[in-house]
């Protein structure tokens, strides 16, 4: 490796969390132009808004100018927020940009007005990992704690599986997930919960733990930074698989973006394997019109019948009775009633009755 140094470095990302990198690392001039890879970049600009990184004890830090930040290389496709590709090769000294608060790096190709223009960030070198025992030779570190492998199965062992997906990004996705899962464990469930799309980010899977989940994945513990068409299904069959493998009572997983997007969504909802294994599907939407669309997707491109609507659409009862009398289906808001929305998909799954006869039998 050319150029290898030592680096001490002030901000480590979450998306490099397999790597369990300590704040001195190596780093070399030679840089894999792939996603996934590992570098080390120093930050060149102050930003007053969405100025923070997702560190991996997932905590929220600031990011300021001069900050010597770890992040991975990857692409982004955001509707809300910067969009961007991997370069086709990079040397130390180049500048590029910081796309998400995951520490996701890339070119910035588009913003949105309400984040302003990203971080600009100075290459200085990948990092090396040195997996050898008792050998001093690094090699590139890469996002993941395990290859994903796109020819995975799936086995679901008959455990209910409840899908969260949501008409755009910012829907309200997360936040019905932890209400479901919270209530799912005031009742005496076993949840396991996971991300199966979107761009690398732990904050969403942390809320799951937060609410109850017992054990959580997102699928950049399989070395994919940003998700897409291609890998969304194999990603979701293995997580599905992995979590199933455990005995939960529920396994509950969010597709991050929304129904009509660049993250993979539509093609793991097509995916036979895995509708043959979902139990109840919740959407979330941002308004009736919305609501509408939504619910109208899912019945006529992928033959789903949605369990229930929440989101902002349901903020008030006027959208609740619209949702209701106008798609015939159940709505509840994850905030102001989560438990009516728990029980609902509870009911919807049969949990109720399996939790009620092991309690008789104790």
């Known amino acids: 490796m050319s150029g290898m140094r030592t680096i001490v470095v002030d901000k480590i990302a979450s998306i490099t969390q397999a790597c369990g990198l300590s704040h001195e690392v190596r780093i070399s001039a030679d840089i894999i132009c792939a996603e996934g890879h590992v570098l080390v970049v120093e930050v060149l600009n102050n930003k007053p808004s969405y100025n923070t990184l997702e560190l991996t004890s997932g905590r929220m830090a600031k990011v300021s100018r001069g900050d010597i930040v770890v992040g991975a290389?990857?692409?982004?496709?955001?509707?809300?927020?910067?969009?961007?590709?991997?370069?086709?090769?990079?040397?130390?000294?180049?500048?590029?940009?910081?796309?998400?608060?995951?520490?996701?790096?890339?070119?910035?190709?588009?913003?949105?007005?309400?984040?302003?223009?990203?971080?600009?960030?100075?290459?200085?070198?990948?990092?090396?990992?040195?997996?050898?025992?008792?050998?001093?030779?690094?090699?590139?570190?890469?996002?993941?704690?395990?290859?994903?492998?796109?020819?995975?199965?799936?086995?679901?062992?008959?455990?209910?599986?409840?899908?969260?997906?949501?008409?755009?990004?910012?829907?309200?996705?997360?936040?019905?997930?932890?209400?479901?899962?919270?209530?799912?464990?005031h009742r005496g469930l076993t949840v396991d919960a996971f991300k199966a799309t979107g761009v690398s980010l732990r904050r969403d899977i942390l809320a799951f733990e937060d609410a109850g989940a017992r054990r959580t994945m997102i699928f950049t513990d399989l070395g994919v930074v940003t998700t897409t068409a291609q890998n969304g299904p194999a990603l979701t069959r293995t997580m599905l698989s992995e979590m199933a493998a455990g005995a939960p009572d529920v396994i509950v997983f969010e597709l991050g973006d929304g129904l009509l997007g660049a993250y993979g969504v539509e093609a793991i909802l097509r995916d036979e394997a895995i509708k043959s294994a979902l139990t109840?599907?919740?959407?979330?939407?941002?308004?009736?019109?919305?609501?509408?669309?939504?619910?109208?997707?899912?019945?006529?491109?992928f033959d789903i019948e949605p369990a229930v609507v929440t989101g902002p659409a349901t903020d008030n009862q006027v959208g609740v009775q619209i949702i209701r009398e106008t798609m015939g289906v159940e709505a509840f808001n994850a905030i102001s009633n989560p438990a009516d929305l728990g029980d609902h998909i509870i009911s919807r799954l049969g949990i109720a009755q399996v939790r009620e006869a092991r309690t008789t039998a104790e």
């Open 73 to 185: 290389l990857g692409h982004r496709r955001a509707l809300f927020g910067y969009s961007g590709h991997i370069p086709e090769s990079l040397r130390p000294g180049d500048v590029i940009q910081m796309l998400n608060i995951g520490g996701v790096l890339g070119i910035c190709d588009s913003a949105t007005p309400d984040k302003g223009k990203p971080f600009d960030c100075r290459v200085l070198g990948a990092v090396l990992s040195f997996p050898y025992l008792g050998e001093r030779i690094g090699i590139p570190a890469k996002a993941g704690y395990k290859p994903l492998d796109q020819d995975a199965k799936l086995d679901a062992r008959g455990v209910p599986v409840v899908a969260l997906a949501g008409t755009c990004m910012e829907a309200g996705k997360t936040a019905a997930a932890a209400a479901i899962i919270a209530r799912m464990r």
């Open 280 to 301: 109840a599907v919740a959407l979330s939407a941002n308004d009736p019109v919305a609501a509408w669309g939504g619910v109208k997707l899912l019945r006529e491109r």
